[in-house]
């Protein structure tokens, strides 16, 4: 994706932020730990992702109280051992954990193998606080093409801009549009 800041948290929201994380895993190597609550009914198939990545590079955490959600993320960031953490939550977190999980990042860069990237899933229009940037992907499939529509919704050093993004064959092709989000 354009301009994601290696070693910070960025937010992914939207009917596919899904479908983003896995496109931005598809462009990382080594595994992605995917965290999502235990309770959730959601869950990631593997033959729907394979036409992304390879299933078996996801590990699946899937921890039982809400608050386990964020430490699990945190303690992957900071290891330093992935270059993506991704986690489903049910609602925006607020500052401080977020700002905990860019700490994680910024540890794990410094003293792990990778500089990881935090990805939070978030539900509508997202909203976390202290996040790097906020993304939003939706669909714009047609019976022609396979399409969705990429908006940056924020960034600290970028300012709002939308893209499309096509599959053609197995390769993902983005176009910028130049305009601003409606």
Known sequence: MPGLV????????GPARRTLALMLARAL??????????WSPDRLNPDGVRGLIDPARLLNVTPKRPED??????????SGQVAL????????PGLTPV???????????????QRPLGVLLLPGAGGAPG???????????SIAATRWRL???RARMAPPRTWEVERRGRRLVL???ATAPA
């Open 151 to 153: 908006e940056r919704h």
């Open 175 to 177: 176009r910028d549009t």
């Open 131 to 141: 996040v790097e940037s906020r993304w939003h992907l939706a669909p714009r499939h």
């Open 6 to 13: 290696l070693a910070r948290v960025h937010e992914f929201c």
């Open 85 to 92: 953490a991704v986690a489903e939550l049910p609602e925006p």
């Open 29 to 38: 190597p080594g595994t992605v730990v995917w965290i999502r609550p235990a």
């Open 69 to 78: 959600l964020l430490w699990s993320m945190e303690e992957v960031l900071r």
């Open 99 to 113: 700002r905990r999980l860019q700490l994680a990042c910024e540890t794990g860069a410094a003293e792990g193998a």
